[in-house]
């Protein structure tokens, strides 16, 4: 028997990760661990003071990190973000998220197009952007944030889920086509998460609705706990690729069965 082979520790001209959607939850959770793991972190997010003041703190714990505010559905501006940059290591798309949970019947189209826009496309341009500066690396590593609901829908999921099967789409898709590339991908696709944020911005800021997403769950995941999975596999060697990671908290047994204390 072999011994296992150990993380890669990030190289010299692989050693830049850029983060979208940096600036909480997941994103900013990250961009924390991977800063910790070696790599100069890029925080790019909407909300400027948010990332900077992350990017902050991560450099006083004597760690590399930069702010960039970019809206990575703006085409033009994630083009020009990107000739910062000859090489990138990691690519972690992770800005996106849901709006509403009506039925198909009622569904506003406006919610499911935006959810289209900043999920997939917002994943599409700047993965279209930076795979040059992936390539000359030598050793990249593109990870797309799905989800369970890219997997499976569930009754309200509507938009979203559509959405999220786009991206798993996405990341497929490139895997398939980039294969001989020094570029793998890797999907990650979480389940319940409770984030300050994801529910709250789902229900348009009603408090009420957000917490009873969670109501009566054990334990859902957290931010860490997702950003840890996503830490895992981008530090596997290089020639592993863990095409498809699906992390639930256990309460979850699918998207439709979930065990609530009362
Ligand atoms: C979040 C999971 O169940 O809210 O991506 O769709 S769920």
Redesign the pocket.
């Given at each position: 028997m072999t011994a296992p082979s150990a993380p890669s520790a990030p190289s010299a001209p692989s050693r830049i990760a850029v983060i979208t959607g940096a600036s909480s939850g997941i994103g900013a959770a990250t961009a924390r661990q991977l800063a910790a793991a070696g790599y100069r972190v890029v925080l790019t997010a909407r909300r400027k003071d948010r990332i900077e003041a992350l990017a902050e703190e991560i450099n006083a714990a004597g760690h590399q990190a930069t702010a960039y505010a970019l809206d990575v559905t703006d085409r033009a501006a994630v083009d020009e973000f990107a000739t910062a940059f000859k090489t990138v290591g990691v690519l972690v798309n992770n800005a996106g998220g849901?709006l509403g949970a009506d039925p198909v019947a009622t569904g506003d189209p406006a919610d499911w197009r935006q959810m289209y826009e900043t999920n997939v496309i917002g994943t599409l341009n700047i993965t279209q952007a930076l795979l040059p500066a992936l390539t000359a690396s030598g050793d990249g590593t593109v990870v797309v944030l799905?989800?369970?609901?890219g997997h499976g829908t569930?009754e309200g999921?509507g938009g979203?889920?559509a959405a999220?099967h786009a991206e798993h789409v996405l990341a497929e898709t490139l895997r398939l086509e980039i294969v001989g590339t020094p570029v793998r991908v890797i999907e990650i696709a979480?389940?319940?998460?409770k984030t300050d944020e994801?529910?709250l911005t789902?229900f348009g800021g009603d408090t009420e609705k957000a917490a009873k997403?969670y109501a009566g769950v054990a334990e859902p995941l957290t931010a860490d706990d997702v950003a840890e999975t996503i830490t895992w596999t981008v530090t596997r060697p290089s020639h592993v690729n863990v095409d498809l990671l699906v992390v639930r908290p256990r309460a979850?047994a699918s998207?439709t069965k979930i065990h609530r204390e009362s």
């Amino acid at each position: 028997m072999t011994a296992p082979s150990a993380p890669s520790a990030p190289s010299a001209p692989s050693r830049i990760a850029v983060i979208t959607g940096a600036s909480s939850g997941i994103g900013a959770a990250t961009a924390r661990q991977l800063a910790a793991a070696g790599y100069r972190v890029v925080l790019t997010a909407r909300r400027k003071d948010r990332i900077e003041a992350l990017a902050e703190e991560i450099n006083a714990a004597g760690h590399q990190a930069t702010a960039y505010a970019l809206d990575v559905t703006d085409r033009a501006a994630v083009d020009e973000f990107a000739t910062a940059f000859k090489t990138v290591g990691v690519l972690v798309n992770n800005a996106g998220g849901a709006l509403g949970a009506d039925p198909v019947a009622t569904g506003d189209p406006a919610d499911w197009r935006q959810m289209y826009e900043t999920n997939v496309i917002g994943t599409l341009n700047i993965t279209q952007a930076l795979l040059p500066a992936l390539t000359a690396s030598g050793d990249g590593t593109v990870v797309v944030l799905s989800s369970t609901a890219g997997h499976g829908t569930y009754e309200g999921g509507g938009g979203y889920v559509a959405a999220k099967h786009a991206e798993h789409v996405l990341a497929e898709t490139l895997r398939l086509e980039i294969v001989g590339t020094p570029v793998r991908v890797i999907e990650i696709a979480p389940g319940m998460v409770k984030t300050d944020e994801f529910a709250l911005t789902r229900f348009g800021g009603d408090t009420e609705k957000a917490a009873k997403v969670y109501a009566g769950v054990a334990e859902p995941l957290t931010a860490d706990d997702v950003a840890e999975t996503i830490t895992w596999t981008v530090t596997r060697p290089s020639h592993v690729n863990v095409d498809l990671l699906v992390v639930r908290p256990r309460a979850q047994a699918s998207n439709t069965k979930i065990h609530r204390e009362s």
